[in-house]
């Protein structure tokens, strides 16, 4: 496919998708033509919820939104890039631990793709301490998650209490 730089990947694990991550799309929806939100299907890390849920989840978030597409990937991300014609990758950054870690991985990724750009976004300064791995242990122990996911992802959350929904309750 040809490349476009008006397309933004925007990948993650969405384990789950935060209003972080919200704030950061919509964000990215206003800088690029087409946004693609590309869930990690081949992650090492043990989810929370399957990527079939996660990607329920983000669907169901921007249903309606002709702009932001909803998909998942395996492999490397440069690679799946390529296929999808985009030379931007768009990451978040909260603060010195994130720039650390995604300036590594931006560095690495222009080093197997020396055409493929990462672009840095900082959240609202109100979602500056939301984190995936925070709502999972809020979620887990029962705690309060208004203001912290979307209703979609609230949802889900709380059937997943019942373990049948989450792989761990
Ligand atoms: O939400 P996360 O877990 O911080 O997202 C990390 C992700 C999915 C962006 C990253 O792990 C990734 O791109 N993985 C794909 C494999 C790959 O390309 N690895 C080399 C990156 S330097």
Redesign the pocket.
Known sequence: MAQDSRVAIF?????PLTNGHLDLIERSARLFDRVIV???T??S?QPLFPVKARLAMLCEVFKGRATIEVDA?R??????ARTKGARV?V?GIRGVTDFE?ET???L??RR?DADLETVFLAPSASNVYIS?RLVREIATLGGSLDGLVPPAVAKRLAAGRQPSTLRRA
């Open positions: 990948p993650g694990s969405f384990d590309a869930v990690l081949n992650s890390k990937f492999g490397l991300l440069v690679d799946y990758v990451r870690s590594q991985m931006a690495m990724n197997l995936s």
